[in-house]
């Protein structure tokens, strides 16, 4: 990681951790499997140790996605989001647009965070979220996109209303499957 941002903006983009596969419920409704919680736990444990603790969480509506925040929260405090441990307290924005989303719709919800706000987890789903990936660093994003469970940590210094195209630069990565 790098200081060179102190002071600025850090968006950490995650895409959700492995889900069942089911023909018979609605796909926003898949819910984690064993491994998708583990690998949650264990990404919220590498934001911990990087200090990165959000203090806005954006989150898809999909039950895939809240269960990774579920369990990305755990790993980094070790108890419940809504439990009564210390511990981060970011301000959780569960958001209907975050589902299917292009990248220019996550975008969108990025820059509607309030400018106080110095981290940011977003947690989608692809395509959107490996494109934005690209679109906000393209020299240094993954060609293949993010995995299940893969995190972006892109750098910026402008507000978040201000970010755009080629604005924060990809500064670290992290897979529970490394």
Sequence with gaps: M????????????????????SEDAPDADRPLTTRGRADAEAAG?????????????????????????????MGM???PPEGGSAGPRPDVRYEAGAYE??????LALVR?????????????HNPGISLLSALLDPQRADPDGLRTTDLAVHRSGPPWADLDRGG????????ARS
């Design 168 to 175: 924060a630069e990809l500064t670290d990565r992290y897979t």
């Design 112 to 124: 509607r965070v309030d400018p106080a706000a110095r981290t940011v987890l977003l947690i989608a």
């Design 45 to 73: 444990a590498w934001l911990a140790k990087h200090g990165l603790l959000p203090d806005v969480v954006l989150c898809s509506t999909a039950r895939r996605t809240r269960e990774t925040w579920h369990g990305v929260a």
């Design 2 to 21: 790098t200081d060179a941002y102190a002071g600025g903006r850090t968006l950490v983009l995650l895409r959700h951790s492995k889900a069942e596969q």
């Design 101 to 106: 989303a292009h990248p220019e719709d996550l």
């Design 77 to 79: 405090t070790g108890s």
